[in-house]
């Protein structure tokens, strides 16, 4: 199988393109550096499986998981990360993200997911799914919109005219967001939900 990497981390993409490399079935085709290099060496290359970073210059790797599905890629996706974001998961998944695994797995369960994807399943790092399945998340999609424009800078009253709501029901919204993220206010809201990837 075809394989594109990429990661920011020179040192750390240097050493996962040599240990893929020494499996007879992977090859690694390509490297990128940041998120614009991948999607387009995608495109070019056309590889079986593409290896993304989360956090990456230009695009993330969720950025570029999305653009691939827009533009009808066949190219599956496995996402490598030190983030045990549950939004992440959820943002990933709804990309057509096929594997979510962490940088520090052994390179054997790497290559081995790798090949799971390859035939079409699906591979989540085991430490992963338990954090995933043990934390989902609990604010609503509008309380996420409010919280999200919140986290902005925007007051209740200016969230209330882009939403086309009342001040009284945006404060209603913060409240429940508040409640259910056991926050002590706003700030700490935001911070709680953010730290989890909630509000992607």
Known sequence: MKIILAEDQAML???????????????????????EQALAMTLELEPDICILDIEM???????????????????RIVI??????????????R???????LKDSPIGELAAALRTVHEG???????????????????TEREREVLKLAAE??????IAKRLHLTAGTVR???SEAFQKLEAKNRIDAIAIAGKNGWLD
Not at 15 to 34: F, H, P, R, T, Y
Not at 95 to 101: E, H, N, P
Not at 126 to 139: G, H, R
Not at 153 to 158: H, N, R, T, V
């Open 95 to 101: 990309a057509g993200v096929r594997g979510f695994l």
């Open 153 to 158: 800078g925007l007051q209740a009253s200016d």
């Open 80 to 93: 490598l990360t030190t983030f045990s974001r549950v939004g992440y998961f959820q943002r990933a998944m």
């Open 121 to 139: 399943g699906r591979a989540v790092s085991p430490a992963l799914a338990l954090t995933f399945w043990e934390a989902e998340n609990p604010l």
């Open 13 to 35: 993409r240097g050493a996962l393109s040599a240990l893929l490399d020494m499996e007879d079935d992977i090859e690694v085709i390509g490297e990128a550096e940041n998120g």
């Open 172 to 174: 209603n919204y913060l």
């Open 57 to 75: 210059p230009h695009l993330s790797g969720l950025e570029v998981a999305e653009r691939l599905k827009s533009d009808g890629s066949p190219c």
